[in-house]
């Protein structure tokens, strides 16, 4: 038990993957074929990329329910402006304005109003999707404008034999490594989620960090649209309904940043994506009713949660406030 | 009776008039008028925006208000929950029709039933309840199921070199769409035994989920013949991965004939529509919905079907004509 107390999180939940890789490479043909892998990554890259976004968030000790909205309305509406005739290069800027316009709104109610992230950004994100589907276009579902070939690599393209949403996967998560490990703003963040009244005290600017996280992830999230529109060349706004925004939370929590802030990094959200995708391909391979899924699914989650509670107990030193 | 007499008094008075170019009123004007002044028609789609439910809204519009009837969208947004609550509060408050698009068999049935019983006409348009009610207006599934397994028997038998591998890409399991269709197909699949299904999955009309779904099969199947998926607007997530594959992959989707579904075809996104054309869906609608109106009959009393004609569509057959845009499309 000793050697397994060590066992973090993150590592627990690398293993589950690996054991269930290793289960369906000899159960399955086909499941270890390069091929294969490939395909595995990519079904979960704009999830994976949504993580890295909230996993930012959440080490700020923060959580961003806008994000999958946000994402959809500004990415809705960029295709909506390039089909009604605007240069796909000013529909993006434009879309990318609007998106970082909601994200510093987002950290203005969370910062100065201090009203608690999770309230905060639920309003927001029901508010986007409001003001979106009432104002900026009609249709639920937009599609790409025909001659956007270069728009539609980021998603259909490959790079090196590599699909592009995998790079742009690997991109975002590069760029966002470098950002917590080599920045001041980077470190802030951790610290501002570690102990908001201890990084004010020994002179962190806590509120800009706070405003400039909530930018970051809107500014991910407005990626991660492109892509997911670029992919299946039209992009749907209903998924802001959907259960994806906490599809993306569990991605993070599952890899071990905590809830409480300051803990993990963007390894965490790898390693907590690369699981989900072994299990959905793996179950889309077997042809197992949706529903089924949905319960196997739900079941390893709950087991990796359980492991992890087992092996690191909380007690009175592990856990903070605000841990939920 | 009354109309004979109408009529003989009118011919008769344009006789004793003597002269023939004068005008003779339409007896049957004020009668029809007078059926709809006033009326009220309340609609419910699973959710207003997209080609299917606003393209309804359009031709109901289009047909009743210059006849004086209010007509009123509920907008649930996806949401049975909140669909359900529209339509309690429509029971209360009484309009002289219900238009109900269902999100699933079941949710809405008991609800269908009580309106009925509140005395309100309940029109169930191309999704229907497990409850039957006074008129339904929509594609035959289990029929439209049948043609599209005969269609992927067609194309796909082994006899003409084909591998017999298929697949499907439903929507919500529950959807009537998505239930009678996979009977109707399944039905055709049991005769024919070449012709093999290697996946059955559900996407939820989404077309990133179509998309990994898809993916994931054809590479566990490179010799998959074709894919019959169960919405247009779902399925370009299919045509995508069929591309990024660059297997050759006959795809079949089907959908309200929108504009989108002609140009997809166009541009070899599908390779075959089948069309349940939604301006005529809400023709038929109206249509009913102004007999019931005249004829007043107890609701629930009489129960009318009226199957949406299917058309099959491809590039090939393709007419000018095959496809409806709404207004700024």
Redesign the interface.
């Known amino acids: 038990m000793r050697v397994f107390g060590r066992l973090s999180q993150e590592q627990i939940v690398f293993g589950l993957a690996v054991l269930l890789c290793l289960g369906f490479a000899l159960a399955l043909p086909?499941f270890l074929?390069a091929?294969?892998i490939l395909?595995?990554v990519?079904?979960v890259s704009?999830l994976g990329i949504l993580g890295v976004a909230m996993g930012l968030v959440v080490i700020g000790r923060g959580i961003d329910l806008s994000l999958v909205a946000l994402m959809a309305i500004s990415v809705a509406w960029t295709l909506q402006l390039a089909t009604n005739g605007m240069p796909m290069g000013l529909a993006l800027a434009l879309g990318l304005a609007f998106s970082l316009a909601v994200g510093l709104l987002n950290g203005f109610l969370v910062a100065y109003v201090e009203i608690p992230a999770i309230f905060a950004t639920l309003a927001m994100g029901i508010a986007v999707y409001g003001f979106g589907?009432y104002v900026m276009f009609?249709?639920?579902?937009v599609?790409l404008p025909?001659d956007a070939e270069a728009f539609r690599w980021l998603?259909?393209g490959r790079l090196l034999g590599v699909?592009t949403p995998i790079c742009m996967f690997a991109l975002v998560s590069f760029l966002a490594f470098l950002f917590l490990r080599y920045t001041h703003q980077g470190r802030y963040l951790r610290t501002v989620g570690d102990n908001l009244a201890a990084a004010r005290i020994s002179g962190v600017p806590a509120r800009p960090v706070i405003l400039m996280q909530y930018m970051i992830a809107a500014t991910i999230g407005f990626v991660g649209g492109c892509v997911?529109a670029a992919?299946?060349?039209?992009m749907?706004t209903?998924?802001a309904?959907?259960t994806m925004i906490y599809d993306v939370i569990l991605v993070v929590v599952l890899g071990g940043i905590g809830l409480s802030g300051g803990k993990g990094g963007i390894r965490n959200v790898i390693v907590g994506t690369l699981l989900i995708g072994v299990l959905?391909?793996g179950m889309?391979?077997m042809?197992i009713q949706?529903?089924v899924q949905n319960v196997i699914k739900g079941v390893i989650l709950l087991t990796a949660i359980v492991i992890d509670t087992m092996l690191n107990p909380r007690d009175e030193q592990t856990a903070q406030q605000g841990d939920i | 009776m009354r109309l004979r007499t109408t009529l003989i008094a009118a011919a008769v008075a344009a006789l004793a008039g003597g002269a023939g170019a004068q005008g003779i009123d339409d007896p049957t004007r004020g009668a029809y008028y007078d059926a709809f002044e006033g009326k009220k028609v309340a609609y419910v789609p699973v959710?207003m925006?997209?080609?299917l439910t606003?393209g309804w809204a359009m031709g109901l519009k289009a047909a009743l208000e210059p006849l004086g009837v209010t007509f009123d969208i509920r907008d649930p947004?996806?949401?049975t929950s909140a669909g359900a609550q529209a339509i309690t509060s429509l029971i209360s408050e009484k309009p002289d029709v219900i238009v109900v698009h269902n999100p699933d068999v079941q949710s809405y049935a008991r609800l269908l039933k009580k309106a009925e019983e509140a005395g309100i006409y309940v029109v169930q348009v191309n999704m229907r309840s497990s409850y039957s009610t006074d008129v339904f207006v929509g594609a035959d599934y289990v029929g439209m199921g049948r043609q599209i397994g005969e269609r992927l028997v067609e194309i796909c038998s082994p006899d003409k070199g084909k591998s017999g591998k298929i697949a499907i890409t439903q929507g919500v399991?529950t959807a009537a769409a998505s239930a009678y269709q996979m009977k109707g197909i399944e039905d055709v699949l049991k005769e024919h035994p070449e012709i093999q299904m290697?996946?059955?999955?559900?996407a939820?009309?989404?077309?990133?989920k179509?998309?990994?779904?898809t993916?994931?099969?054809i590479?566990?199947h490179p010799d998959l013949c074709a894919i019959a998926g169960f919405w247009d607007?779902m399925d370009?997530?299919t045509s995508?991965a069929i591309?990024?594959s660059g297997k050759d992959v006959y795809l079949i989707t089907q959908g309200g004939g929108n504009k989108?579904a002609c140009?997809g075809l166009e541009?070899g996104?599908y390779s075959e529509v089948v069309v349940y054309n939604v301006p005529g869906q809400a023709r038929d609608m109206a249509n009913t919905i102004q007999q019931l109106l005249q004829l007043k009959p107890t609701p629930g009393s009489m129960k009318t079907t009226l199957f949406t004609q299917l058309d099959f569509v491809t590039k090939d057959n393709m007419k000018p004509g095959s496809c409806w845009a709404?207004p700024?499309q």
């Open positions: 086909g074929t091929q294969n395909n595995l990519r079904s704009i589907r009609s249709l639920d579902v599609y025909q998603g259909q699909p997911t992919s299946v060349a039209s749907n209903r998924v309904n959907s959905l391909n889309t391979i042809d949706y529903t | 959710a925006g997209f080609d606003e947004n996806w949401s399991l290697v996946s059955n999955q559900a939820d009309w989404d077309a990133t179509a998309k990994n779904i993916a994931t099969v590479q566990q607007v370009v997530g995508a591309k990024e989108a140009d541009n996104t709404l700024g």
